[in-house]
């Protein structure tokens, strides 16, 4: 079942396009990785996908429904998004940060069953030690799960992720790309992520599009994309690749 149909997209600033015909659909559950160089689009397509942005050509389709025909509360309950650069929010609980996913739902006042969502969450997350804890006071691995936990408690059907892992360190990293990785297994949510790490693009996508020259250069799961071509035309780098249970892994050729 197609969740997600992005059907010729292009985006530009003036007269320099970022990319243009930017065909793909994502179906229900899918963790999908968009990777490329730095000014490939990554996080430009990511925010024509909600809207945040305007393509120039195209549309966004949710089902049948374009995304731009919906409203900004519309939007809201379905898209969950995630920047790469971290939120600098007021003193709040984790719990009254997990909360404001419902602001969608109940813009004029938060309802007894809002809190109740906002509850179960973050016992789904297994974030209850922190519920009563100043979230500006947590790590920076507990604070992307409970901007994660925010996502969930809006209701969102797909999660756009830009940079997830950006400024953690390896033992978070690898818990935020467990957890997209079960939320799509487990809620069947859908994931889109702007990633520069290609061995974890690898290891926890279902399929990986490569950005390039302003295209799709690529476009499938992670052992037909990632091939030693792929990578030298993409990122201009060399690499051998291992084979480690049918997930390709990079390693960098220097020289």
Same mark, same amino acid.
């Given at each position: 079942?197609? !969740?997600? $149909?992005?059907?010729?997209?292009? =985006?530009?600033?003036?007269? *320099?396009?970022?990319?243009?015909?930017?065909?793909?659909?994502?179906?229900?559950?899918?963790?999908?990785?968009?990777?490329? %160089?730095?000014?490939?689009?990554?996080?430009?397509?990511? *925010?024509?996908?909600?809207?945040?942005?305007?393509?120039?050509?195209?549309?966004?389709?949710?089902?049948?429904?374009?995304?731009?025909?919906?409203?900004?509360? #519309?939007?809201?309950? %379905?898209?969950? =998004?995630?920047? #790469?650069?971290?939120? #600098?929010?007021?003193?709040? !609980?984790?719990?009254?940060?997990?909360?404001?996913?419902?602001?969608?739902?109940?813009?004029?006042?938060?309802?007894?069953?809002?809190?109740?969502?906002? @509850?179960?969450?973050?016992?789904?997350?297994?974030?209850?030690?922190?519920?009563? $804890?100043?979230?500006?006071?947590?790590?920076?691995?507990? #604070?992307?799960?409970?901007?994660?936990?925010?996502?969930?408690?809006?209701?969102?059907?797909?999660?756009?992720? +830009?940079?997830?892992?950006?400024?953690?360190?390896? *033992?978070?990293?690898?818990?935020?790309?467990?957890?997209? %990785?079960?939320?799509?297994?487990? *809620? @069947?949510? !859908?994931?889109?992520?702007?990633?520069?790490?290609?061995?974890?693009?690898?290891?926890?996508?279902?399929?990986?599009?490569?950005?390039?020259?302003?295209?799709?250069?690529?476009?499938?799961?992670?052992?037909?994309?990632?091939?030693?071509?792929?990578?030298?035309?993409?990122?201009?780098?060399?690499?051998?690749?291992?084979?480690?249970?049918?997930?390709?892994?990079?390693?960098?050729? +220097?020289?």
């Amino acid at each position: 079942m197609v !969740t997600l $149909r992005i059907d010729g997209l292009e =985006y530009g600033y003036s007269t *320099k396009p970022v990319f243009s015909d930017v065909s793909l659909d994502i179906g229900s559950g899918e963790v999908v990785s968009i990777v490329g %160089r730095n000014g490939a689009g990554k996080s430009t397509l990511l *925010k024509c996908i909600n809207h945040i942005l305007k393509p120039i050509k195209g549309m966004v389709l949710l089902g049948e429904i374009p995304v731009a025909a919906m409203s900004h509360r #519309q939007r809201a309950q %379905r898209f969950g =998004y995630l920047s #790469q650069k971290s939120e #600098q929010l007021f003193p709040a !609980t984790v719990f009254e940060v997990v909360l404001t996913g419902r602001y969608p739902h109940s813009p004029m006042r938060f309802t007894r069953r809002d809190e109740e969502i906002a @509850a179960d969450v973050i016992a789904m997350m297994e974030l209850g030690e922190f519920a009563s $804890r100043l979230y500006n006071r947590l790590s920076g691995g507990e #604070q992307q799960q409970v901007l994660i936990a925010r996502a969930l408690a809006q209701g969102a059907d797909i999660l756009l992720f +830009d940079e997830p892992t950006n400024n953690l360190d390896l *033992k978070h990293q690898l818990q935020i790309m467990r957890l997209i %990785r079960s939320l799509s297994r487990e *809620k @069947a949510i !859908t994931s889109i992520l702007a990633i520069h790490d290609l061995n974890f693009a690898a290891t926890f996508s279902d399929r990986v599009v490569v950005l390039h020259g302003g295209k799709v250069f690529a476009n499938g799961q992670p052992a037909a994309v990632f091939t030693k071509e792929v990578v030298r035309e993409a990122f201009g780098v060399e690499v051998k690749i291992y084979d480690h249970h049918g997930v390709p892994h990079m390693v960098m050729v +220097d020289g």
